[in-house]
């Protein structure tokens, strides 16, 4: 793959696993990560090879710990618009990706860190994890969707607990309240994602991309143009392949092997 300045990754069985390596920053997001993030998901949508991806923090301490301070700190108002823009439209291509993404939040998701899990299908965090949006207690308001996919996620009043405090949560309590699906021990983070992620990839491949478009798109409509949508993309599955042969291998009692056509 090409080199992505603050990332490294790993494919394996088809897992991509991208860790954001600023570990001497908690993995701070400063504007190459971003655009290395970018790039990255970019390339993966068209790489054969990667059928998921899983995101983590280097080390121990941090998935992400929001911005880095030191760069957005002399912001202007359209220097901070250009910079808000810039990463939304990353996050944008995370939560439109048509390959499954989990994030493995081993640790502080903070600001940007959140917005970047919440960006993500699925996020399995660390009993160790604290997760929050912390910017209003730097006199600014989150720029990376924040205020937007928070509520989506745990509710208005949740989200803005969170958001006018400022205090982070724990993984047991955003288990509780939907922000994150499930909750490992530390040493088991990374496991427990490859092992979802294989569980997600023996179903069908053309079956999982047209149920992510038909969840993410579905979720911006009214619910009676959202089951038009749902039915336009079980009517594609029917005419695939993979249709028969998992139909068949059903019938069959095996399990079927999907070409994604």
Known sequence: MAHYEHLRCEIDS???????????????????????LGRFFADAAKDDRIRAVIVTGAGEKSFVAGADIGEVSDFDALEGRAWGLRGQSV???????????????????LGGGLELAMACHIRIASSRARLGQPELRLGIV?????????PRLVGKGRALMILLTGAPVGADDALAMGLVDRVVEPHSLLEEAKAL?????????????LTLQAVNRGLEMPLAEALDWEVSQYALSCATEDVREGTRAFLEKRRPKFRGR
């Open 197 to 209: 992620a294989s569980r997600i990839l023996r179903n069908g491949p053309l079956a999982i991309s």
């Open 91 to 109: 996050l944008r291509c995370i939560e439109l990706m048509e390959k499954p993404v989990i994030a493995a939040i081993n640790g502080y998701a």
């Open 14 to 36: 088809g897992i991509a696993l991208l860790v954001i390596d600023r570990a001497e920053k908690l993995n701070a997001l400063n504007a190459a990560a971003v655009d290395s």
């Open 142 to 150: 989150p720029g990376f969707g924040g205020t937007q996919r928070l």
